[in-house]
DNA sequence: CCATCTTAGGCGAACGTTCGCTTACCCGCG
DNA sequence: CGCGGGTAAGCGAACGTTCGCCTAAGATGG
């Protein structure tokens, strides 16, 4: 097996060279500024594919102080919903041209110092953030504020920073409408890190969705669980036992949900007919619970695409104040909140 | 709100300047090399984070012809095990001081075309792909071949590529003999897409392991899925309607098994007292199924670390044949090969 | 007291681009 | 025949680094 030589690049001087050219004016035939005569432009063209000339962007960047490229911060991978507005991202930026590059942080927020240092010396044109334990991290807000743009699917502290996601008191409000209109009562909610604000504007939305239906909120029909399935399970454990006459559960998300289903099989308790179960966020397993889930549509891959398109264009633009948009959800009806169908 | 300016960033040259130095003595103590005296040294620390001096790594990157970056190719992030790779991978890489610029390829194979061009353009040092729909894509290799380190998940046509994953023809193996092992003599299975490669070692490995234990393979007692829950679910019930005194099932993943689980509830029996499942990956939710899944542990974060270290690797010591590292996997029984435990 | 060595620091070039100007040429017009 | 105008192409600088080499000193030694 031969051995692999470094095989310096060429570079618009060798394609010059060639064709009998100053490199510059190869420079103007490759991106298209100038004046230069048919003949020489296509001899140009020709000598550059056959040497297999590729562009070599960093050097571009070095001059137009402009990188068309956009930073990643990213939380755990496994998280499903950050999968598909990550997939959303990608798409839109590599659709634009631009070159995402990522970075990840732990889930317990270590790696944040090293995160946006990393993406600055690479010279990023703004990031995006997609990681919701940044929400706790007070630092980001200081490093990034007026320094770079920068779009995120979450709450950060700190203004300057412009957010893209879903109306969360919506949700919390949809799902609990849902149930009482289901004719429940007594309807207990599993909610996720209560530092959160995604956390609060949900339960916000579960509370006054209660109150505008006459029903009294009671903080004893909430507990919180850190958002994965086990811990899930356990809260709803602890509120059946707390008040076993619930017959509605609002899973904060379709994993928590999954985890308040896995609950109440252990405690024989038949979904929907005991008790029904929502869940939200819409995740692909959510149609193969046993029973399919009931949920809120979130639109995760679209709200990454709009997140990258406002990142971008706040880029190009040059811009101004932080906006925030919000993408509508929907409730989608499955079984785990209606009577079995057989 | 004030309109953001922008703000060129501190060169060496501007604290250089501040420092009374030249930038070449400033270039000196931001990194070590040469001879300073110290009082110098600390003076110009003390601007350069005075200024808020950040590096521009293209800059030096166009010198040091090494980007200290490299490409990560892409599939559907809501591949759960895609994800858990690619996180090992980029925390291997920011550990040892990397960037990650990632571009996606559709599923359907479309984007091919973009993302290499897009990462050679931007000078990555090497390649890791994690996207099984490349397997199909002879023009990769063709692309890679001899040009740029590349380090693969799958298998990938063509040479010069090292593999980094698990032995799957054990995993075939392992599973079918544990079914075999609890007593199964008719033993179906539902394999993802033929024309990958991981399709057939797993296939290979139940098939070795029905001949090892002198059973017969019959091809009736395969059927394909295309790796979706949905697809899984329709090729269990094709087989179960073939042969109905199936009484054992391998699916060749998690989510298939999943599928799998789908169908036999919808055709009333019971797992695993009329028929056992076992999946294999080990994905989170398989915990979480009812009844939990017995399944083969594919450590993926240590692959995509494992994968990310052999890139580095080979673009550091500019290295030679491409390797194939197998990382080991192991058999994780629960409840859905097991008697029911009350 | 001069030759040599060491130390601190500067200089110039190079990496691969883009961009604004300048130059050389050809053409037609008055 | 000379002049203006257009077109084709080249030139020089700049972007922010690193690196090898050079030059002043001051220190050391015989």
Request: aromatic share 4%; glycine share 10%; hydrophobic share 40%.
């Amino acid at each position: 097996m031969t051995l692999r030589r470094p095989a310096r690049h060429v570079s618009v001087k060798d394609v010059a060279a060639r064709a009998g050219v100053s490199f510059q004016t190869t420079s103007k035939v490759l991106n298209g500024g100038g004046s230069v005569s048919e003949v020489t432009r296509a001899r140009i063209l020709q000598v550059a594919s056959d040497l297999g000339y590729v562009p070599n962007l960093q050097a571009r960047s070095l001059v137009m102080q402009r990188t068309r490229t956009v930073g990643l911060v990213t939380g755990d991978l496994g998280d499903h919903n950050l999968g598909r507005f990550i997939d959303g991202a990608e798409q839109e930026a590599r659709r634009q041209g631009y070159g995402v590059l990522m970075t990840g942080v732990e889930p317990e927020g270590s790696g944040t110092e090293y995160a946006l240092p990393a993406l600055m010396e690479r010279r990023v044109d703004g990031i995006l953030i997609a990681a919701p334990q940044m929400e706790e991290d007070r630092a980001v807000a200081h490093v990034l504020d007026r320094t770079l743009p920068v779009v995120s699917l979450h709450h950060v502290p700190g203004a300057g920073v412009s957010m893209v996601g879903s109306d969360d008191e919506m949700i919390g409000h949809l799902a609990t409408q849902h149930l009482i209109g289901k004719g429940h009562r007594v309807i207990a909610t599993v909610i996720g890190k209560p530092a959160r604000e995604v956390t609060q504007k949900r339960l916000r939305g579960y509370r006054h969705a209660l109150e505008d239906a006459g029903l009294t909120f009671d903080e004893v029909l909430v507990e919180a669980a850190d958002g994965d399935i086990g811990a899930a399970r356990l809260a709803t454990l602890e509120l059946l036992q707390r008040r076993p006459l619930i017959t509605a559960i609002f899973a904060q998300s379709d994993t928590m949900a999954i985890g308040a289903l896995s609950a109440l099989r252990e405690r024989e308790m038949g979904v929907p007919r005991d008790c029904a179960v929502i869940g939200c966020d819409d995740i692909d397993m959510a149609v193969y619970t046993v029973p399919t889930l009931t949920t809120i549509h979130v639109p995760f891959f679209e709200i990454g695409a709009q997140a990258m398109r406002l990142l971008i264009e706040t880029v190009t633009t040059g811009a101004l104040t932080p906006r925030t948009v919000l993408l509508p959800v929907h409730l989608v009806v499955r079984e785990s909140t209606q009577e079995p169908t057989r």
